[in-house]
């Protein structure tokens, strides 16, 4: 594996980096502000302006590999620029990289009618509007998928569509208008030909964005993740992505990307914690000393540059594979980069906080909100231990036709 930049990359690289600086660190403090005055769900006049800044400058799409519609990048090519937005909450959203909507546009170039193309995809990459991905359930443990009780039946032409669904990223955003639910479709099917993908115009009779659920207090206006009913929605039968039973097969075929973007942003996050923790060592004094110089502080930053290197590498190592084997060989690499990611984006971002002391919890610093994304994340693409779980089948199938 080469780890070199091609001068395509090196060059976006540089580009995005200097966008980061000049436009949307400075803009974070202004879209807090402008998210806590008046109606917390409506978009903000900032990110329309990065938006359109981005959009300008041609940094746009950049995760579609799709030289068409996106910027012809591999896995491997687009992980550093993940990394560099994903140091900011609010920094892959300018340029049009932002989940859900990455993993749904991805879903529509792969499954997607031309139909499909012309009424969600269209407006999507042109960042008209933005979407919601429906599959999380609150009365099944929705770790296993294959539990998901929300159903859709065919009526002549149409699905009707019943259930509900949480932790519906984006639903809440006046923006969303398109939502892909995964749903029953056929209960005596083969357990993974049960499940299908369908469209649902957020606009449609029947669906009731109920509550927006916070994360760890945060409410992620004006996304948010919200708890979703479906009460005898009706949607066109062609509204089905791929074909009936076909869920479970675009799941993983949206999945891998979507995990090598999270964890990308995650290392992101990770490199602009221990930045702000050694910016506080060398700045702050206590016991006439500066902090770098008590204890073992010097001891944790050295561990986090550590671990912020090999989940890196991990990351790319996943990704390459991806890209040269395809994400059914790389399946447990993908699997392995889920698990440390976020775990060392967690621990990195803890040390950080102990070491701003009482600051490191308040909201005069990210370093609390930087914590609870990324406590999430153990969560939001399955927990650790399904991945764990995984990786040691994995292994132990390596040796079970020797015993």
């Known amino acids: 594996m080469d780890f070199a930049y091609s001068p395509k990359v090196q060059q976006l690289r540089e580009r995005v980096t200097a966008f980061m600086q000049a436009h949307v660190y400075p803009a974070e403090a202004e879209f807090e502000r402008q998210v806590g005055e008046g109606d917390r769900w409506q978009p903000t006049a900032i990110m329309e302006q990065l938006k359109d800044k981005a959009k300008g400058e041609g940094l746009w799409n950049l995760f579609l590999p799709d030289s068409e519609l996106g910027a012809g990048l591999t896995n491997t ?9 994903g140091s900011s909450l609010i920094g892959p959203e300018p340029f049009n990289c932002a989940a859900p909507d990455t993993g749904n546009m991805e879903v529509l170039v792969r499954y997607g009618s031309q139909a499909h193309k012309r009424e969600w995809l269209e407006p999507l990459l ?14 099944v443990a929705s770790s296993d998928a294959t539990n998901m009780q929300a159903t859709a039946v065919r009526d002549g032409e149409h699905w009707v569509i019943n259930g509900r669904k949480w932790w519906t990223s984006g639903a809440c955003d006046p923006r969303c ?50 708890e979703v009913l479906f009460d005898d929605v009706r949607v066109p039968y062609e509204n089905v992505l791929l074909g009936e039973g076909r869920g479970f097969e675009i799941a993983q075929g949206r999945l891998g990307p979507g995990r090598i973007h999270h964890c990308m942003r995650s290392i992101g996050m990770a490199e602009r914690a221990l930045k702000l923790m050694c910016e506080r060592a060398l700045g702050r004094t206590a016991f006439g000393k500066p902090l ?17 290197n090999m989940a890196r590498l991990l990351t790319l190592n996943a ?34 906080i102990q070491m701003h002391g009482g600051a490191g919890v308040s909201g005069d610093f990210p370093l609390a909100y930087w914590y609870a994304m990324q406590r999430t994340l153990r969560l939001a693409d399955g927990p650790d231990e399904v991945h764990r779980a995984a990786i040691g089948k994995y292994e132990l199938g390596k040796y079970m036709a020797k015993a």
């Not at 960042?127 to 359930?137: H, L, N």
């Not at 110089?293 to 671990?307: F, Y």
């Open 77 to 85: 090519e687009y992980a550093p620029l993940a990394e560099i937005m």
């Open 126 to 139: 042109s960042g008209e509007i933005r979407s919601a991905f429906a599959m999380t359930e609150p009365e």
């Open 177 to 226: 208008k398109i939502m892909i639910f995964m749903g029953l479709t056929n209960p005596e099917g083969p357990r993974h030909q049960q499940h299908s993908m369908i469209l649902v115009p957020m606009d449609t009779p029947g669906v009731k964005v109920l509550r927006p659920l916070p994360v760890f207090g945060y409410d992620d206006a004006p996304h948010g993740h919200a």
């Open 292 to 308: 770098a110089r008590l204890g073992g502080n010097i001891d944790l930053i050295a561990e986090s540059r550590m671990e912020i």
């Open 319 to 352: 990704a390459y594979m991806m890209d040269t084997v395809g994400n059914k060989v790389a399946a447990s690499e993908i699997a392995q980069i889920k698990v440390v990611a976020p775990n060392v984006a967690l621990k990195v971002i803890d040390r950080a």
